[in-house]
């Protein structure tokens, strides 16, 4: 029933900056918290950021503080990833994540999600 469709990703040079989205579908996101992971190649996938739906509360990964955004649009179902400052470190295929919650919580873990997204490449030249 829910769908998470990303988009945005792209190539860009150390430095610049890219905005990822999440278009959900399916469900009642007001009591969703969502996330964005990422993935590189030979690497695990990591936590980088998270939300409660409406931007109540979010967290970040130590190696994005700074530099990543999370929000969302509750108009338009989508929560967004805005990155600046991309360092090479960076690249790799972005995940929306999302579950259910009685109550408004942010999540981290990769493990207590419910639905993912297919994933957007990001890659980031030197």
């Known amino acids: 029933q829910v769908q998470l469709v990303e988009s945005g990703g792209g190539l860009v040079q150390a430095g610049g900056s890219l905005r990822l989205s999440c278009a959900a579908s399916?469900?009642?996101?007001?009591?969703?918290?969502m996330g964005w992971f990422r993935q590189a190649p030979g690497k695990e996938r990591e936590f980088v950021a998270a939300i409660n739906w409406s931007g109540d509360s979010t967290r970040y990964a130590d190696s994005v503080k700074g530099r990543f955004t999370i929000s969302d649009d509750n108009a338009k179902n989508t929560v967004y990833l805005q990155m600046n400052s991309l360092e090479p470190e960076d690249t790799a295929v972005y995940y929306c994540?999302?579950?259910?919650?009685?109550?408004?919580?942010?999540?981290?873990?990769?493990?207590?999600?419910?639905?993912w997204g297919q994933g957007t490449q990001v890659t980031v030249s030197s």
């Open positions: 399916g469900g009642a996101f007001s009591s969703y918290a």
């Open positions: 994540a999302a579950r259910y919650s009685h109550t408004r919580v942010v999540i981290t873990t990769m493990h207590e999600y419910d639905y």
